[in-house]
């Protein structure tokens, strides 16, 4: 699931127009397959790693229903489309933003990836999934996505969580990744564009809050 997540994040960022990404993302891949870095290995994501959070879904839940009625979740295949909805993406900018005012040239970076890419991933992603929707908020805390946005997640967040979402990705652009145990992480070598993984999952194994880190050297 975590290697899904994050090929099908950095795939939909290929797909944007020439004006977000250039017209050569492809072969920028190709050509530097072997000296992207592996963020999922690097970070270590295993289910041990993992944060789990119980989200609130109703009290009506497909896989809920499965076990109780101790049936194989094949038999919901017609039941448990009707529980499904399209998936709301949230994306939380704020470490993105963080840089905004440094210089003229990242802020062009910056309105492009905010005005172009995301709302172009939000609506590739939002029109080929669907999920059974979160009832309540997500939860966020400092320790999620590893500590890396720990001083970076504004309180009103922490405090409330996120509503109206059923998949919450932290966006920023770091040339090194700090985990909250002080792990540091070279993530922007030659020819990587982005990288990506979830971080939180829900009591059913679905994620719910990932990052993706825009490497602005490439």
């Excluded at 879904?57 to 094949?74: A, C, K, M, N, T």
Aim: hydrophobic fraction near 40%.
């Amino acid at each position: 699931m975590n290697l899904i997540f994050a090929v099908s994040l950095l795939c939909s960022l290929s797909l944007m127009s020439s004006s977000a990404v250039r017209a050569g993302t492809w072969q920028t891949i190709r050509n530097h397959q072997q000296s992207r870095p592996n963020i999922s290995q690097q970070l270590k994501p295993t289910h041990e790693h993992y944060v789990y959070s119980e989200l609130d879904y109703g009290s009506d839940h497909p896989f809920d229903r499965s076990l109780q009625q101790q049936i194989d979740v094949e038999i919901l295949d017609n039941d448990g489309a009707n529980d499904l909805d399209v998936l709301r993406l949230r994306f939380l900018t704020e470490p993105l933003n963080s840089l905004r005012g440094q210089s003229s040239a990242i802020d062009a970076k910056l309105d492009a990836i905010l005005d172009e890419v995301l709302p172009a991933v939000k609506q590739t992603w939002e029109s080929h999934l669907n999920v059974v929707p979160v009832q309540g908020v997500i939860p966020i805390q400092r320790t999620d996505c590893f500590g890396i946005y720990n001083s970076l997640i504004p309180n009103s967040i922490l405090n409330n969580g996120v509503d109206d979402a059923d998949l919450v990705v932290f966006v920023s652009a770091m040339d090194v990744l700090t985990t909250g145990s002080g792990q540091q992480i070279n993530v922007c070598g030659p020819g990587t564009l982005a990288v990506a993984t979830s971080c939180v999952m829900d009591q059913f194994d679905r994620p719910i809050v990932g990052f993706i880190n825009f490497a602005f050297q490439s």
